[in-house]
């Protein structure tokens, strides 16, 4: 299968700061990158969803200018917690496209945690 | 209602045991069906996907009616290693719809 990377998995910040997540396609070049949440004992959610150098596109309730998500290569996304609050704190996963494929790869999640 | 319903469990089972998970979808114009595997803390990986004709693969078999939006995984002979969470995952066209999953603990 793809080789998929996130860093950092893990995170632990103070309130009100900036986290951001890099997520990179190792061996694919990923068209379409989808980051999705996890929060505990819940399914995963997605949150947006970027095209290679193009604006990302957010599900209801996701606020893009909070989780900004940079999609500047066709090997790396970017998605930046600002101003962190504990109610972010969750799992967030990333999943590069290219839609060639039926299996749908992903990071191995990047756990944050907001004090 | 949510888009991919499954049973949360946990389902506890000794060894060997037979086990059956079930799953709807609410979405009928959903394209294609997986069944992705979740062990704590880590990321989904994916079990298998799921055909209307039913597909197994070793211990596993998985069926999908589409006239009822009912997608199921059978697992025989359970093994310790089979205990993990089980995601029921729908592709509507876009991207994955994923179900709360299923946690399956199997007990020597």
């Known amino acids: 299968g793809a080789v998929v990377s996130q860093h950092p998995s893990w995170v632990i910040c103070k309130s009100g700061t900036s986290v951001k997540i890099e997520c990179r396609s190792l061996?694919?070049?990923?068209?379409?990158m989808f980051w999705y949440r996890q929060f505990p004992k819940q399914s995963l959610m997605l949150m947006a969803t970027s095209n290679e150098g193009s604006k990302a596109t957010y599900e209801q309730g996701v606020e893009k200018d909070k989780f900004l998500i940079n999609h500047a290569s066709l090997t790396l996304s970017t998605l930046t917690v600002t101003s962190a609050h504990p109610e972010d704190s969750s799992f967030y996963i990333c999943s590069p496209s290219t839609f060639e494929d039926n299996e749908q790869f992903f990071g191995p999640g990047t756990r944050l945690t907001v004090l | 209602r949510k888009e991919v319903e499954q049973d949360p469990g946990p389902f506890n089972v000794p060894e060997g045991a037979t086990v059956a998970f079930n799953c709807t979808y609410s979405n009928s114009a959903s394209q294609s069906f997986f069944w992705y595997r979740q062990d704590c803390r880590k990321e989904p990986k994916l079990l298998m996907s799921?055909?209307?004709s039913g597909n197994e693969d070793g211990r596993f078999t998985a069926q999908l009616n589409r006239a009822s939006q009912y997608i199921s995984l059978l697992i025989r002979d359970s093994k310790l290693s089979d205990s993990a969470t089980y995601l029921c995952v729908v592709n509507p066209g876009y991207a994955l719809n994923f179900g709360k999953g299923t946690s399956l603990l199997v007990t020597p």
């Open positions: 799921v055909y209307s």
């Open positions: 061996d694919f070049q990923a068209t379409t």
